[in-house]
């Protein structure tokens, strides 16, 4: 049914050339890049794990991340509608709808995350944050108490007004006014971190490798970062991709938004590695690095609550880039399949959304108890099976349809015919085998 449903591209929604560079990037830069990646860096080995997470990015996630491209341009519609729209097979079409669920569940405590960082930005310009040194203390009273539940509806309320205002007039100029914001604000902040005595030491261990901490772990870790980093599995890019116009390149939109955000991975990590190192933190401290140690770190320098919060306000930026381009995803689905509207479609699921998330608020610092299933809380089984299972489970889709099934990918991707092989050689035998190697190791299956 869902073949005869009216097109997204029957409606005026396009990116312009640049609009949709700037979304796209947008989407992949995120918490990811300066939450995640941080900690995971520090934990998995330094510049060691840096060099793996830039080769799993150019060599399996740009090819993910054309092919994502090239199935919502050609099928002009939401995930599952492009899929049946380019296989005529039915089944497709419910594997496209396990990749719609995935950013539903995500952004339910990708926006709780978010919500933390505005709480911090708003913190630390008023100075609040810094009169009580104990910052361990103060993030587990606030995540402790009811109050994330507010921040994550302020959070999901300012991506639906994006949402809301459709493609160009809302996550175009979104994306056009912020994005330029913060490679201004991670600029101040690089001088100032580099600046720091004692940065040198957090430099090289970001950045000069030592090979006897790579692990086959860190490689697969390293991999299913580079995924989510570029926003792949989850339907994002290839909603996103059903905007671009036909004349426009996949191939140079792929270089740039690759180089994009590794661009502000480098950029990050060469903000949080010499501040931790100058202020005697452990990088590998874990999720609580950002927020905890941070903070810490801020108050020890001049103008500490200025740059605190300069940095939190570069964080919560970065998520709502990305939180827009999640929402997008079930937004996209629903007035597809349902012939709702917009406005009708942002509102319902926003709800839903934030019905989902409050059990994620507050499990996570434990406002509520009984939250926690095995050994993990509500937040953390969220994040765990989207993270860990849907995502790589979506880039095998993906990657499996693009190699395999659909035929006229070549001809949507646009690509000169060495490119053509290197791109389809990796999207049909190298990313597969890697990402299920990485299921298999979510799983449980694989041990180190
Ligand atoms: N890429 C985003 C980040 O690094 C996360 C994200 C994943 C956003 C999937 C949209 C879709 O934070």
Not at 148 to 164: C, N, R
Not at 369 to 394: A, H
Not at 424 to 435: C, E, K, Q, T
Request: aromatic letters at 14%; charged letters at 10%.
């Amino acid at each position: 049914k869902s073949t005869s449903a009216p097109s997204l591209a029957d409606g005026e929604e396009r990116f312009s050339k640049s609009g949709f560079i700037f979304a796209a990037i947008g989407s992949a830069v995120g918490l990811g890049n300066m939450w995640k990646f941080p900690y995971i860096t520090g934990k998995y080995g330094g510049a060691a794990f840096f060099l793996m997470f830039v080769i799993c990015l150019l060599a399996v996630g740009l090819p993910v991340l054309m092919a994502e491209l090239a199935i919502g341009r050609g099928g002009r519609g939401s995930v599952s509608a492009s899929f049946s729209r380019l296989s005529k097979q039915k089944g497709w079409g419910a594997l496209g709808f396990l990749m719609i669920l995935a950013p539903f569940l995500i952004l339910s405590f990708y926006s709780v995350v978010a919500g933390w960082t505005i709480y911090y930005a708003v913190r630390s310009f008023s100075g609040q944050l810094f009169s009580n040194s104990d910052y361990s203390g103060q993030f587990s009273a606030f995540i402790g108490s009811w109050q994330p539940v507010w921040w994550m509806l302020l959070a999901l309320v300012l991506t639906a007004v994006v949402i809301i205002k459709g493609v160009s007039a809302g996550i175009e100029k979104f994306n056009k006014i912020l994005i330029p914001g913060l490679v201004v604000l991670l600029l101040i902040l690089v001088v100032r971190s580099l600046t720091l005595d004692g940065a040198g030491e957090g430099v090289s261990f970001f950045l000069s490798p030592d090979f006897s901490k790579l692990t086959a772990e860190s490689a697969l870790v390293a991999l299913g970062h580079a995924f989510f980093s570029l926003s792949l599995g989850m339907g994002t890019m290839i909603t996103y991709g059903a905007y671009v116009d036909k004349r426009q390149s996949l191939g140079i939109g792929t270089m740039a938004i690759g180089l994009g955000d590794l661009l502000y991975a480098f950029l990050a990590g060469l903000i949080i590695f010499p501040t931790s190192f100058a202020f005697g933190i452990e990088p590998g401290e874990g999720p609580g690095l950002v927020f905890v140690a941070l903070p810490a770190a801020f108050a020890a320098m001049p103008l500490g609550s200025l740059f605190g919060g300069l940095f939190f306000i570069l964080l919560a930026f970065a998520a709502l880039t990305s939180t827009v381009g999640l929402l997008e995803v079930p937004v996209a689905f629903v007035r597809e399949r349902f012939g709702w509207s917009r406005g009708l479609s942002v509102i319902v699921i926003t709800l839903l959304l934030f019905l989902l998330g409050i059990p994620s608020a507050v499990s996570v610092g434990g406002a509520v108890g009984g939250l926690q299933f095995g050994e993990k809380t509500f937040f953390d089984w969220v994040d765990f099976i989207c993270s860990n299972i849907m995502l790589p489970l979506g880039g095998l889709i993906v990657t499996i349809f693009v190699g395999y099934v659909w035929k006229h990918a070549g001809d949507e991707a646009g690509l000169t015919s060495s490119w053509f092989r290197i791109w389809i050689f990796m999207v049909r035998y190298i990313a597969p085998i890697l990402v299920v190697l990485v299921l298999l190791y979510s799983a449980g299956a694989l041990d180190f």
